[in-house]
C-alpha cells in the first residue's frame, strides 16, 4: 500500500460538461460541469476508488505512461495525485449507523435522563475494546 498514487486522466469535454475516465481504473469515472470541479471530482474519486481497491485486496495496477497516450481532439490528458493517509484515516473514521435492540424499559429509563445513545455505545466500545481517544488498540481481551 502507497501513500501517493500518481495515475493519469482523461478529460472529455461535450456539450453536457466534462467526464474523467482513468485509463489504467476501469468503474472510475467522475463528471463535472466546469474544468475546476472537474479536478476536484477527479482527486476525490480517484482517491475512493483506490481505497476501494485497497480495502478489496485487490492489485493497483502501475500507471500508464503519459507518452503511451493518445487524447483526441475533445480531450485532455492530466495526471492526477492523491495522498492516501487522511484518506484512509476519514474513512475510517466516517460514521456508520448500527440497530441495537434493548428492552423497551430501559429506552424508556434512557430517554428519560436524556442519554445520547451514540456517545455511550461509542465510549462502552472503547472501554471494552482498550481503545483510547487517540484510535489506538492498547488491550484487546
Request: aromatic share 10%; charged share 25%.
Amino acid at each position: 500500500m502507497k501513500d501517493t498514487y500518481i495515475f493519469p486522466a482523461f478529460f472529455e469535454t461535450n456539450e453536457d460538461g466534462i467526464t474523467v475516465f482513468f485509463p489504467d481504473l476501469l468503474g472510475c469515472l467522475p463528471c463535472a460541469d466546469t474544468m475546476e470541479e472537474a479536478f476536484h471530482n477527479a482527486k476525490e474519486a480517484l482517491q475512493l476508488h483506490l481505497y476501494g481497491m485497497e480495502e478489496d485486496g485487490e492489485k493497483i495496477p502501475e500507471p500508464s505512461r503519459l507518452s503511451d497516450l493518445q487524447p483526441e481532439a475533445n480531450q485532455l490528458v492530466t495526471l492526477i495525485d492523491v495522498w492516501m493517509p487522511a484518506f484512509r484515516e476519514k474513512m475510517l473514521n466516517k460514521a456508520t449507523n448500527k440497530t441495537v435492540t434493548i428492552p423497551r424499559w430501559l429506552d424508556m429509563l434512557a430517554k428519560k435522563n436524556n442519554v445520547n445513545y451514540s456517545q455511550l455505545l461509542q465510549s462502552a466500545l472503547k472501554q471494552y475494546l482498550g481503545v483510547q481517544d487517540d484510535g489506538k488498540l492498547h488491550y484487546c481481551g
